[in-house]
């Protein structure tokens, strides 16, 4: 491909993370582009044409913007499917449904516990914010019932939407890893025998390992 495609946004924010690492896994090359968000830059005029709610990531390939992580990876599935690990996002109807399925589930279930647990344990303490004990105890019951449902899933199958590792399992990597590794959470996953060993191996791909170099240099 001619030029590399843009991501808007830093490493650290789990919506870019899910990005890079589809990208990784699928050999597209990219440019990482800068967006100060303490002083603003998401917010102004140049970025809302291309992400009009202001945050991030934003995504430009050639002269198409995108926004919302979960699209633009099903875009760099779609479009480069014939690069990388060619199974990310299936290759028929139900495998792709069947993955769908899950990042639904993720999106749904997962995301908006877990996102919170991240949010109050591992982002709050660093923006001098109170944590909210409540908050806190009430999506650490929520997560542990989705992690139940996961749990019994894989002990059927090695990963979420089947046995190869998918866009389903990709896209719990971000919020997982700041659960696992920055919190005193991680007991969520681990205590669960087919949820720890389901974790261990995605988490150890060589694509979210360098994701997780470029949110340290990031």
Known sequence: MATP????GPPLSTAVSRVLVT??????????????????EHKKPDYLKIQPFGQVPAFQDE?????????????VCEKYADRGDKGLYGTNPLERASIDQWVEAEG????????????????????????DQGVIKQNEEKLGKVLDIYEQRLGESRFLAGDEFTFADLS??????????ATDKGHLFTSRENVGRWWNEISDRESWKKVIEMRKSG
């Open 63 to 75: 002269s198409i913007s995108l926004f919302e992580s979960r699209s633009i990876c099903r875009y």
């Open 5 to 8: 495609v843009k991501v808007y």
């Open 172 to 181: 719990h990597l971000p919020n997982g890893d700041y659960l696992v590794n």
């Open 108 to 131: 749904q279930s997962f995301g908006p516990s877990s996102g919170a647990l991240v949010f109050q344990l591992a982002f709050a303490p660093r923006m001098n914010i109170p944590q």
């Open 23 to 40: 990208l990784l896994e699928k050999d597209v090359p990219f440019e990482i582009i800068p967006v100060d968000m303490s002083k603003g």
